[in-house]
């Protein structure tokens, strides 16, 4: 029965986006589950110029999205916005070219459902199976809900998609159009630590107990925390981004997920990025389970797992506490994310800590990350009243329940110590000390 709907609905990428509209609003599978012979389809339409205008809503751009619509040599024909930038499309935001939509992780379903009036969603799913389903994949975040909320469902089939279970599953029945495209996943990999990566490492170490659930963020600070865990018991996972360093300590019996007070023993996650061996570890997994982002990252959620350690990484911080996470001489560097959701939801929690690690310098100890005053045009990512724990490779920093005053002095003793006379007297001027 299924396989008669398959076959009715299976076509070519060119038939596929074929009947796109002018002018349609389009969204399309994020990151790994990019559908590639879709968005290729779209670019030859553009190129052939039968198609001249379209709305087009990303979330982390990565390399086919590059190539394919947000190109330059289209830009004139694609109104891009995104709810995250990346290294892919940070130039077209810098420039105009891309359209930055301001969020919290969590809400963005909710914005698509109440404000996104979508005429087709592009996504690519793993195979079907036999009672009818595919699979989201590396991707649920927000992707589940486009590909309901859209008008039109086209899928790109790939037997490289990992199928995973939780609620990551579309019926046949739920789908307009089926594309089949093999095509090996662009993976990510994780640079080696530096020698600030270790020191900061260490000090979190420390603030992690056994049988506490981890949520581990996107960069070298929480990448880091892989070499410093492994003689942890029986921690588990409830995260934003599931990556290669948790498939290592889920191997190495450090991760179980056996104390965990919500979804006990299973990895919840939203969003996959890693390498080969992640992608066949969560393929067919039973201990793995992807659910949508506003369940994920809704801080009452996260606050029901006990024990939350949240971990995080930042730009700069300022002598009042606010933290920027997201911009660069005043430009749209990435995004918010999930991290105001979940140093909120951390700190929620039964025993939980939301940490937040930085290098305490940039540009090779010539500029301090801890600064007076953060620059006009700065972006606040995580606002003063929330942030709990500061660690940089010269130390911790607890915020909260401090007052002005303790609070600057905290943060100026995790600063390099190069700069700490210097931020010292601009706490003084300030009327801190």
């Known amino acids: 029965m ?58 982390h751009p990565f390399n086919c999205l590059s190539r394919t619509l947000l190109a330059p040599q289209r830009c004139d024909c694609v109104e891009a916005n995104t709810w995250f930038v990346s290294a892919h499309d940070r130039s077209l935001v810098r420039v105009g070219l891309n359209y930055f939509i301001p969020n919290h992780f969590h809400q963005v379903p909710r914005m698509i459902r109440d404000h996104l009036d979508l005429d087709v969603c592009v996504i690519t799913v793993s195979p079907m199976d036999a009672a009818g389903y595919f ?9 589940s809900t486009g590909a309901r909320h859209a008008k039109t469902l086209i899928v790109e089939a790939n037997r490289f998609m990992p199928r995973v279970f939780g609620q990551s599953q579309l019926h046949v029945s739920e789908v307009d159009a089926i594309v089949e495209y093999d095509t090996p996943l662009q993976t990510f990999s994780i640079s080696a630590n530096s020698p600030q990566d270790d020191a900061i490492g ?8 056994d049988g506490a659930t981890l ?9 880091a925390m892989g070499e410093f865990l492994k003689d942890h018991k029986d921690l588990g996972v409830h995260t934003e981004v599931f990556g290669s360093v948790m498939v290592k300590l889920i191997k190495e019996g450090v991760i179980t997920g056996a104390r965990k007070t919500l ?15 992640m992608l066949d570890f969560i393929n067919e997994n039973p201990a793995m389970e992807s659910y949508p982002v506003d369940y994920t990252n809704h801080p009452s959620v996260i606050a029901q797992n006990d024990n939350l350690i949240s971990i995080n990484a930042i730009l700069e911080v300022d002598l009042l506490g606010q933290v920027n996470s997201e911009s660069l001489g005043g430009f ?16 929620d929690a039964k025993g939980g800590k939301s940490i937040l690690g930085f290098h305490a310098t940039a540009q090779k100890g010539t500029v301090s990350r801890v600064v007076p005053r953060l620059s006009e045009g700065t972006i606040i990512t995580t606002h003063r009243n929330d942030v709990h724990y500061l660690v940089t490779e ?14 600057a002095l ?24």
């Open 215 to 223: 949520q581990l963020g996107v960069g070298a600070v929480p990448n």
């Open 332 to 347: 749209q560097y990435s995004g918010t994310g999930g991290q105001l959701d979940f140093v909120r939801g951390a700190y």
């Open 263 to 277: 979804h006990p023993l299973k990895h919840v996650f939203t969003l996959a990025q890693g390498d080969q061996e």
């Open 394 to 407: 010269f130390g911790v920093a607890n915020l909260k329940g401090r007052s002005t005053r303790d609070r």
């Open 202 to 209: 260490r000090l979190i170490v420390e603030m992690v107990p």
């Open 2 to 59: 299924y396989i008669d709907e398959y076959k009715k609905k299976l076509t070519t990428p060119e038939r596929a986006v074929a009947a796109i509209p002018e002018g349609a609003t389009l969204m399309h599978g994020a990151c790994m589950a990019e559908p590639p012979a879709l968005l290729e389809a779209l670019a030859g339409r553009i190129d052939a110029g039968d198609l001249h205008k379209l709305r087009v809503f990303s979330l």
């Open 135 to 143: 699979s989201l994949g590396t991707n649920n975040d927000v992707t």
């Open 410 to 433: 905290a943060i100026i003793g995790i600063a390099a110590p190069q700069f700490r006379d210097d931020l010292l007297r601009e706490a003084e001027n300030m009327y801190l000390l």
